[in-house]
């Protein structure tokens, strides 16, 4: 795998002489070897043999660039196909991802994943969209309307509830995707971005914004926990916090932590939906 993360790297190097056509510079590759290059990194994401990204010692983000890199480089190097699918006509660069049954995954009419994503077995697609270099855990289930932005990591067991946004990210490749854990409850119409976390077995009410500035305050003692990033075993509900600008003071986002969990109490949905409608919150 070394040699093609070096092959990939030359190839970003030398992007801006490579084309959709196979053009290619006076000194550059062959353009359909390049792109033969590029597909092969890219498989690997597609059959989970590599991630872009997973978190290292500390919960710190480990990005891998070089597969950033090489669906990047997929863009360029892909022309425009049309398929059709009865009265509906599509044109895009990348295709979707095909092998469902086989796979193990099960795909409700009206979702689709890219081609470069990875569904582990067990995943549940209801009406939903999974972009390129995404991964999505096994017995996850991507509800209605939800959206998996590209690269963002899913854990396993967690539930993304209907029309839960969660944010992609391609440039700049050394730029960290979202993480959510495992055994997560994002509860309806979340929006989780801008490489934000949300750690294993978390639970976050219904209409939480999440993004890498969204402070995250402990309920109980008014202490910003963090940045961004939302710790393990807790419920979280939107709020927010007064800030003052020359044209008046103003309610912006935070989250707050109204609740920790023990291991395995995020899958009591009476319990939980007790706990978040004493604050005001819904699943």
């Given at each position: 795998?070394?040699?093609?993360?070096?092959?990939?790297?030359?190839?970003?190097?030398?992007?801006?002489?490579?084309?959709?056509?196979?053009?290619?510079?006076?000194?550059?590759?062959?353009?359909?070897?390049?792109?033969?290059?590029?597909?092969?990194?890219v498989?690997?994401?597609?059959?989970?043999?590599?991630?872009?990204?997973?978190?290292?010692?500390?919960?710190?983000?480990?990005?891998?660039?070089w597969?950033?890199?090489?669906?990047?480089?997929?863009?360029?190097?892909?022309?425009?196909?049309?398929?059709?699918?009865?009265?509906?006509?599509?044109?895009?660069?990348?295709?979707?991802k095909?092998?469902?049954?086989?796979?193990?995954?099960?795909?409700?009419p009206?979702?689709?994943?890219?081609?470069?994503?990875?569904?582990?077995?067990?995943?549940?697609?209801m009406?939903?969209?999974?972009?390129?270099?995404?991964?999505?855990?096994?017995?996850?289930?991507?509800?209605t309307?939800?959206?998996?932005g590209?690269?963002?990591?899913?854990?396993?067991?967690t539930?993304?509830?209907?029309?839960?946004?969660?944010?992609?990210?391609l440039?700049?490749?050394?730029?960290?995707?979202?993480?959510?854990?495992?055994?997560?409850?994002?509860?309806?119409?979340?929006?989780?971005?801008?490489?934000?976390?949300?750690?294993?077995?978390?639970?976050?009410?219904?209409?939480?914004?999440?993004?890498?500035?969204?402070?995250?305050?402990?309920?109980?003692?008014?202490?910003?926990?963090?940045?961004?990033?939302?710790?393990?075993?807790?419920?979280?509900?939107p709020?927010?916090?007064?800030r003052?600008?020359?044209?008046?003071?103003?309610?912006?986002?935070?989250?707050?932590?109204?609740?920790?969990?023990?291991?395995?109490?995020?899958?009591?949905?009476?319990?939980?939906n007790?706990?978040l409608r004493?604050?005001?919150?819904?699943?």
């Amino acid at each position: 795998m070394a040699g093609l993360e070096s092959e990939i790297h030359e190839l970003w190097e030398r992007r801006d002489t490579l084309d959709a056509d196979g053009a290619d510079g006076a000194d550059g590759p062959d353009g359909a070897e390049a792109a033969a290059t590029v597909r092969r990194a890219v498989e690997l994401l597609d059959r989970g043999e590599a991630r872009v990204a997973e978190l290292g010692a500390g919960g710190v983000p480990v990005v891998h660039e070089w597969l950033k890199e090489a669906v990047l480089l997929l863009f360029r190097l892909s022309a425009l196909e049309t398929t059709e699918l009865g009265p509906f006509e599509y044109a895009d660069r990348i295709p979707l991802k095909r092998g469902f049954a086989a796979a193990g995954v099960r795909v409700v009419p009206g979702a689709s994943a890219r081609w470069g994503s990875y569904l582990e077995p067990g995943v549940i697609l209801m009406p939903s969209y999974v972009n390129i270099g995404a991964r999505v855990g096994a017995g996850t289930m991507v509800d209605t309307w939800a959206t998996v932005g590209s690269c963002a990591q899913i854990g396993r067991g967690t539930h993304l509830s209907g029309g839960v946004g969660i944010g992609g990210v391609l440039e700049p490749p050394r730029a960290a995707p979202v993480f959510v854990g495992d055994e997560c409850l994002i509860g309806s119409r979340c929006v989780v971005a801008n490489g934000a976390r949300v750690g294993d077995g978390a639970v976050l009410g219904a209409g939480c914004i999440l993004t890498d500035t969204v402070p995250v305050i402990d309920a109980e003692t008014g202490e910003e926990i963090s940045r961004g990033v939302v710790p393990g075993w807790c419920v979280a509900v939107p709020a927010t916090r007064p800030r003052a600008y020359p044209g008046g003071e103003y309610g912006m986002p935070c989250l707050l932590v109204i609740r920790r969990l023990e291991p395995g109490e995020r899958h009591d949905k009476a319990g939980l939906n007790d706990i978040l409608r004493q604050h005001g919150g819904t699943v």
